[in-house]
């Protein structure tokens, strides 16, 4: 089921200080929101993008960030923000960015590139698991959880997570991991991330967990999943989000996909799952382009990933780029426009009142980029539960 709830619901929640937690790549808040729910207390986050953490500090004002590269953070900057000694932590966050492992990435090709992510040149971006890695082993935290796509468990990239959670086991963890779908923990999107957990021998030993039980510490599905009508099907009646919409919609029309997108059928029955730009339109775009290939152009394979989905079902995985206005892939179930920043938090399951800083699509990459708060709650209460609280 759905829950609505406001950034003062998150306060109340994370006044009761049950555990503290320092998040790395924290982003625009999502992972911290879900901690702060579960009562956790965020003593500090580090977030190299400045639109992140506008983001972050318009909703959280009194959190410490450091505003840096991961790579230039050492283990004793954070004990010093923190005023903690080593293994006072009780759980170290992080979401290492994940470009190459992504469904849409460019797999191993685009490993150990200089490229421009985010305004910044940046180099081997797949390697920064290792500098959360650096940091665990310097401050010792009671567990960790690293968050990353699922692409990083497929076979292609197989060994090389295997290296990620080989260095966290050699430095002393009891490492588990899990392929987890946000829609089992009252999100409304289907979108599957990876979750690496790992407590430290100690704290393991003393809670009972080893490797024949570590699987336990993954929260077991809720039910029923949430659907896009729970979520957002009244804000068709709110006129600030609609107001949006329309910008959204005029914005489509200038784009080649409108074409295609207003013969899509809307409102579609929960038994079709889904329909795509691309499923729908690709032999009519085919047949133009053999016709006359001059005028045409040639049918675009993005348009597969321009999906509709019904009303009484979880969206699709949203993205960074697929929630951009040029993009706009991720279709309203009865509209020709992509998602609104209101109906992409709720979607994310953010806080009702949940600010969003910069440009339109500064906004909904920031939401794109985000770890589901509710889903991370589910996690950090389980843990706390069979481990921390003992």
């Given at each position: 089921m759905y829950m609505r709830y406001t950034?003062?619901?998150?306060?109340?929640?994370?006044?009761?200080?049950?555990?503290?937690?320092v998040s790395l790549f924290a982003g625009g808040g999502g992972s911290s929101t879900g901690y702060k729910l579960a009562g956790g207390e965020v003593l500090l986050i580090n977030e190299f993008q400045e639109i992140a953490t506008k983001t972050y500090l318009a909703n959280y004002p009194n959190t410490k960030v450091m505003i840096d590269d991961i790579r230039d953070v050492s283990g004793q900057d954070i004990l010093d923000s923190t005023g903690l000694s080593i293994g006072e932590l009780d759980i170290l966050d992080g979401s290492p960015p994940c470009p190459p492992f992504s469904a849409s990435g460019t797999k191993r090709k685009g490993w150990k590139k200089t490229k421009v992510a985010y305004g910044k040149k940046m180099e081997n971006i797949e390697d920064l698991s290792f500098d959360m890695v650096r940091i665990c082993e310097y401050i010792k935290p009671k567990v960790f959880i690293c968050e990353n796509v699922k692409g990083i468990t497929h076979e292609y990239a197989m060994d090389h997570f295997n290296r990620i959670m080989n260095a966290f086991e050699g430095i002393g963890y009891n490492v588990s991991y899990r392929v987890l779908n946000a829609a089992d923990y009252g999100v409304p999107q289907k979108r599957q991330r990876v979750f690496v957990v790992g407590f430290r021998d100690d704290v393991a030993f003393d809670a009972g967990i080893s490797f024949m039980n570590m699987n336990t510490v993954f929260p077991e599905p809720t039910s029923p999943r949430p659907?896009?009508?729970?979520?957002?099907y009244d804000l068709l009646d709110d006129e600030d989000n609609m107001k949006e919409a329309q910008i959204l919609c005029d914005d489509m029309k200038t784009k080649t996909k409108y074409e295609w997108m207003q013969l899509m059928p809307k409102d579609i029955p929960v038994e079709q799952s889904y329909v795509s730009v691309g499923d729908f339109c690709f032999a009519e775009m085919e047949r133009r382009y053999k016709q006359d290939s001059d005028n045409n152009p040639k049918p675009k394979n993005s348009h597969y990933q321009s999906r509709r989905t019904p009303w009484d079902l979880p969206s699709h995985t949203l993205s960074e780029l697929g929630l951009q206005t040029s993009l706009a892939v991720h279709l309203h179930p009865r509209e020709d426009r992509g998602y609104t920043t209101t109906e992409s938090k709720r979607l994310m399951t953010l806080p009702e009142d949940f600010k969003l800083m910069g440009t339109l699509n500064e906004k909904l990459a920031r939401v794109g980029l985000m770890?589901?708060?509710m889903q991370i709650k589910y996690i950090a209460e389980n843990i706390y539960q069979q481990v921390l609280v003992r």
């Open positions: 950034l003062d619901d998150v306060k109340k929640s994370s006044d009761r200080k049950l555990f503290n937690v659907t896009l009508r729970e979520a957002i770890v589901a708060p």
